[in-house]
């Protein structure tokens, strides 16, 4: 594996990974709430290079899954990277011959046309009807074993998803049904200039099986990273941030260098019912984003939380150039959608965070509080997990040691009928000041206060993008 390009002036974070594959019991620091129990699940790219392969973009690092299982008091940790194509083709020393979002095979065109950029199932984890699934934008879901994390292979939901089609990286529970929706594009039609893109629409229920709940086309490829739901929608914010699909299926380019921000576009809003029918267009001045926190229906209108950044360059370009030390990050910001079409944004912080959270039972319904981190990579820099008060805007943080990197919050409730903010948040957060990794368990009700507990490794990973929580305590 080479290391050149981890210069000294990357993130020590982003070294390689060294994956658990035999479970081990880690050193626990205060102590773990009894009533704290089951399985955290997280995702992230765990190396950038293998096999000849050095990756130009942060998207392009291999997935690595990770498990933490909590059960009486103690925590349990395993980790696997998902044995994708791109994976295997590292290890066979192959990795140099591999097209990814921001890397073109050598041979120029020629070696380029016709591929899609590789699968890295480097963004979530996510467990419904039994099942656990790695997720990117890249591709289609990877179903690994809910126990050993090993690899069980690609997921196409018993043939019911097109074979053309993405699977977002982003699905949405609905605590009341208990059903999982997502949404792919597909933007193979594209070349011929006669048909639209398509955007899938699925709901999967709750025993496992995928339903195409609509079929939404679209005039440019966006770029569509994450979406929402409400009671009664599944909601999409078209940002201006389209793909040239000539450009990148021909080879002229890179996936990420074919794309690009035509604020002369505006941003679209659409809202496809859940229980059928035609959708609903709403337009507006261009919104830059990545993330969405939650959606919810307020007296006719569609509230969306997100976070918005000013700048496109603001968020790609530290992606692209993401062994540069920097900030990423955007404002948490509310977007209201009225009767009439009227569309109105308002920030509740100047603060730049992002990876949003919140109560996943108030997924679709209104709520209070949203949980975000702040991602602050510059030497000495101090991050925070922020907690975000969307009645009053007041903010509390938890603030780390300087240099250390910290992942997503995930909050979990002390019961099935507490209070939505009566409970843990767990993030994965890298210790800078002695490289490696650890899960830190904060008391939601008031982040401030020193961690309730605090489980090491004996080794670093980088803290991931997106992960889930579940009551079920996996095997040992």
Known sequence: MTTSALNSNAHPALSPAREVSDEIVLDVTGQIPAELRGTLYRNGPGRFEGGGFVAQHAFDGDGLISKFVIDGGAVRFQSRYVRTSKFRQEEAG??????????????????????????????????QANRLLALSDAGRPWEIDLDDLTTRGACDFDGKLPVLSRFSPHPRFDPVTGEMFNFGLDFTPHLSAKLPITMHCYRVDRAGR?????????????????????????????????????????????????MSHRPDLGTKIVLVPRAGGRHREIECPPLMYIHINNAFEDRGDVVIDLVRYDHYDDFFDRARDFRTRSVVGGFASRVRVGTADKVTVEDFSDQQTELPQHDWRRTSREYRY????????????????????????????????????????????????????????????YIAAEHRSALVVLDARDPSRAPIAVARLDRHFFPGFHGSFTSRVAAS
């Not at 140099?96 to 480097?122: K, T």
């Not at 994450?226 to 941030?241: K, M, R, S």
């Open 94 to 127: 192959n990795g140099a011959a591999v097209r990814g979002m921001g890397n073109q095979r050598p041979g120029g065109i020629l070696a380029n046309i016709g591929r899609f950029p590789a699968d890295s199932a480097n963004t979530h984890a996510v467990v």
């Open 370 to 429: 949203g949980y975000h981190t702040t991602l602050d990579s510059r030497p000495g820099a101090v991050n925070r997990i922020v907690k975000v008060d969307a009645h009053t805007a007041r903010h509390v943080e938890h603030v780390f040691e300087p240099g250390d990197a910290v992942g997503e919050p995930i909050f979990v409730p002390r019961s099935a009928t507490a209070a939505e903010d009566d409970g843990w948040l767990l993030t994965v957060v």
């Open 210 to 258: 995928l339903h195409t709940q609509a079929t939404v086309p679209l005039r440019y490829a966006y770029i569509q990273h994450d979406f929402a739901i409400t009671e009664h929608y599944l909601v999409f914010v078209l940002a201006p941030i389209v793909l040239d699909p000539v450009q990148a299926m021909l080879g002229l380019k890179t996936a990420e260098r074919a």
